[in-house]
């Protein structure tokens, strides 16, 4: 059934067994234990995502109030990537081609937000988008219902922005009530009008070679965008993805494949992130941890993209919070080549890749060229 | 638009910038050329996946006929995973199974097998799949078309099985005719049979938290229960998943991360897949190249899973060649703690998972339990 020799060191191999004074690797004794019907165990234990800051790290500095562009010279070496300028540009192409398309056919895309319940997240975020599409000349329409309604209330709005020709993007915004299906809703968008490209179709097209997703998910697709557009080159590289949600960090280690990197996912259950980010050319990091990643995580001269926006209690602030990303941003411009800030860095692209998605999708239904 | 310092070194990111000596990441003039209509770029460039080998690699030992259970002594540390015994007991369980179906409800699971041309490979696998099934009391049914059939004959025979109740797994032998739509006729294939789990839903819900394929393929499938069943632990280990075709090493790699592995991906475009395959408690080769992992790019200790079944030239058998790993087998089982032979590793056991996902099927359909 199996041989063991033992004259070679084997400590690793009994730090990784369960068992670690079995003799034999296949044991006919797990076996009923372990038999048909076994999808689940198959697929992994479903486990929450959960950082434990790593006790040994050197203490952060004190957040302090600062704008991205202002440092102290003397220690600054990255460049900081614009991403809102990025999208400035992106935004004032597309409100051009929507123009162009209103002024040839005669028809502007349309987008469709769903939003369920009153969070205060949801609503700013919904209401960035509706204005960066009225500021393109993108038509929006929005469909509110209240927190308890009912998931068929949700499924109705769907069912009807999907068979309405004005309409050209689907967003179902995120998260739902706890009480609906998440699932069943958003594999209920069109295909074609999936401009999140979160529809399970889309996503197997992401990941599968030789395939080709309507829409890519936007915030991978800034993330590349703002690679791209600075000139940084992709293949071969050694990329690491800090988080693995279904929205960000799994789309974008897709993506990156795409462009050929080599890419290490680093998430919760990862022992000894640090050292594995260290190894990265390029670190792209959508954990939603603040402050997860600091200096001595990085390699020197590695670019970074930071994905996060995490809110941190600010009592300075209006608010009472501010925005931060899941890098240490003043320890990390002294040590990587290139970083996003946040605020003003993937955050903007994500938003004008969704009206990228949209202006797409309208050209493609219009066959609009 | 951006700001940059020069007190720091610049190496790296001069190395990885295309254009190095630009003062700004975001240069205007390279919007023109990267505007809109770009989902090809953003999609990253369609390359074929040749793997160079390293000509600073030690000269490997001669290939000698040899079984994986006779070796010396004196030199071999690794325990050999015995995937054709497992895959043994896996199909016992499986008939065990199909006849207590067709005791209690008087059916049994049924897989249709749609081969064309007449490619020698294709047919003794097919074959050796329809065989299994007959062995375990699976109904197997065939539709065999010449390799210049049309599209539409291939799609017919793939609805006609989507409708039939006696067929509860549908699979389409690979590779199809040049002439032939592969994504077209394998999305084809109705969810519910899709054995191979190659359907882009499967896929992405394989691919996405929270989510739940029908099927999982039967490869990484196969690769995940010879760890489970040999007592490896995965959660937390560090996985280097080596090639990324879309029915061997991709959907490892996501089924790996759904055990909580930190999995890193190496492919063709991989600079010194050595040295990042020597971190990797476990590695799992599904390249396609035979011999190319030796024993250096192996941390001492390391699990071995061997995907590879490559036909090398051999005068001295009977077909001209013999079945040959990606991995270097006589110089990996001096250096890893354990390892899967070609044949008798992962083999076996892919076709153990095609019966089982078809059982599962059946069970899903008459609702057995």
């Not at 279904?246 to 494949?257: D, K, M, R």
């Not at 009472?320 to 996003?340: H, Q, R």
Request: glycine residues 6%; charged residues 20%; hydrophobic residues 40%.
């Amino acid at each position: 059934m199996m041989m063991m020799m033992h004259n070679g060191s084997r400590n690793l191999w009994k730090k990784m067994c369960l068992k670690p004074r079995i003799l034999y690797l296949y044991s006919t004794n797990s076996l009923s234990t372990t038999l048909l019907n076994n999808s689940l165990r198959i697929l992994g234990p479903d486990l929450p995502e959960i950082w434990i800051p790593n006790p040994s790290s050197p203490s952060r500095p004190p957040i302090t109030h600062r704008s991205p562009f202002i440092f102290n010279h003397q220690e600054q070496t990255a460049a900081v990537i614009d991403g809102k300028m990025m999208a400035d540009e992106i935004r004032s192409e597309i409100a051009n081609e929507v123009s162009r398309m209103k002024n040839e056919i005669g028809k502007v895309p349309g987008l469709a937000v769903v939003l369920v319940g009153e969070r205060k997240d949801s609503q700013i975020y919904v209401r960035k988008k509706i204005a960066a599409c009225e500021e393109v000349g993108i038509m929006s329409l929005m469909t509110e219902l209240p927190e308890d309604c009912t998931e068929n209330e949700v499924l109705d709005a769907v069912s009807s922005y999907n068979v309405d020709p004005a309409v050209h993007g689907i967003l179902v915004q995120l998260p739902l009530p706890q009480h609906m299906n998440e699932e069943k809703i958003l594999n209920d968008v069109s295909l074609e009008k999936d401009v999140d490209g979160f529809h399970p179709v889309n996503m197997g097209n992401l990941a599968m070679t030789g395939r080709d997703p309507l829409f890519i998910p936007c915030t991978p697709k800034g993330c590349i965008e703002l690679l791209l557009r600075s000139n940084v080159e992709i293949m071969g590289k050694k990329v690491v993805v800090i988080g693995r949600s279904n929205i960000a960090g799994l789309p974008t280690s897709l993506l990156l494949q795409r462009h050929h990197a080599t890419v290490s996912v680093v998430h919760a259950f990862t022992k000894n992130p640090e050292k594995i980010t260290r190894e990265a050319d390029i670190v792209i990091s959508a954990a939603g941890v603040a402050n997860l990643v600091r200096g001595h995580w990085l390699k020197p001269g590695a670019i970074v993209i930071d994905v996060g926006t995490n809110p941190v209690e600010d009592p300075d602030s209006e608010s009472g919070y501010t925005l931060t990303g899941d890098v240490c941003y003043e320890e990390a411009i002294k040590v990587a080549s290139a970083i996003t800030p946040v605020p003003g860095g993937v955050g903007p692209m994500t938003i004008a890749m969704l009206l990228s998605n949209t202006l797409d999708s309208a050209k493609r239904a219009y066959r609009f060229t």
